[in-house]
């Protein structure tokens, strides 16, 4: 299979080059990271040792593939999507944290758009080096729930190439459930420095959990049947797993990048308000968030 990975960072070059293996892979990723793979190969360390030589661009327009896996930074899809749309895909599939990405992908997109959801865990360390931190599963399917033929071959393609995958049938609940995770884990441990375990316990456990709880809420008006419980127990199974992990916010925080809060609590928060109740600790978490940015990143 043919398959474009649409902002190779962390993950997009941790997930590009696991796909290397099995098939011809094209990372679109920032210089100097896209000259070094080029020259050298992408070197996976961690939890997986290997090399691989996928091929690099810079300029992401008029690409023709098998396969779009978008990876970019919630706030960067509108933009993805438009250089996408110059090319020429059977399919495309975000990877990528908070809500609403897929429908941004399918207003530009002729071609069917899925969803999906990643626990590996994933670090650039360096240009042509990424780290995996930790190992965790692909769940992938059509965005509104339902069989897919795409996403089963899109499935089979990523299992081949040796990646951890699950193709689903109920893409809707399994997103709302990681909106709840991520808006438990990411502002909380950004906000704190701390490692995801950290929210398993006092003085954060309580605070990550109301965000949950909250998130699951917000599910349950929107149709999407995600009990407190549910919602709970997955950030408890998440943050164990990946207890000495950085979250993706954390990280973004350390190197006093933008963040994805607008698309995490920020969407909770916008979605509540909609729904005509309140998200009290998401609100708090967001604008805590939104105020570090605008101190120190200036993106508002």
């Known amino acids: 299979m043919d398959i474009v990975v649409f902002g ?8 590009g080059g696991l796909l290397a293996r099995a098939h011809d892979v094209t990372l679109v990723a920032r210089e100097p990271h896209a000259s070094v793979v080029a020259e050298d190969g992408l070197q996976i ?37 438009r250089a996408l749309a110059t090319g020429t895909f059977e399919a495309a599939l975000s990877l990528q944290n908070g809500m609403g990405n897929e429908e ?15 626990t590996y865990g994933a670090i650039l360390e360096e240009p042509g080096i990424v780290t995996c931190t930790g190992l965790g599963e692909l769940v992938l399917g059509a965005r509104d729930g339902g069989p897919s033929s795409v996403a089963d071959r899109v499935g089979e393609a990523f299992s081949r190439a040796g990646l951890e995958t699950t193709v689903s049938s109920s893409m809707p609940h399994r997103l709302w459930e990681k909106l709840a995770v991520n808006a438990a884990i990411n502002p909380v441990t950004a906000l ?50 990946t207890t000495a992990n950085a979250s993706s916010m954390r990280q973004d925080v350390r190197a006093g990048k933008r963040t994805e809060i607008d698309a995490i609590n920020g969407y909770v928060c916008d979605r509540a308000a909609r729904c005509g109740f309140e998200a009290p600790t998401n609100g708090t978490l967001a604008t805590l968030v939104r105020v570090w940015e605008r101190e120190n990143v200036g993106a508002r």
Do not use: F, M
């Open 8 to 15: 190779a960072g962390s993950l997009g070059s941790l997930v």
């Open 45 to 81: 360390s961690g939890s997986l040792e290997e090399t691989t030589h996928p091929a690099t661009r810079v300029d992401g327009a008029d690409l023709e593939a098998d396969l779009a896996v978008v990876t970019v930074k919630s706030y960067a899809t509108e933009n993805a999507a």
């Open 104 to 118: 941004i992908l399918a207003e530009h997109l002729s071609c069917p758009v899925l969803a999906g959801t990643a």
């Open 192 to 241: 704190a420095d701390a490692p995801n375990g950290a929210v398993l316990e006092e003085p954060l456990r309580d605070l990550s959990r109301a965000a949950a709880r909250e998130t699951a809420r917000l599910a349950r008006a929107n149709e999407v049947s995600l009990a407190n419980r549910e919602a709970l127990a997955a950030l408890e199974s998440v943050a164990t797993v």
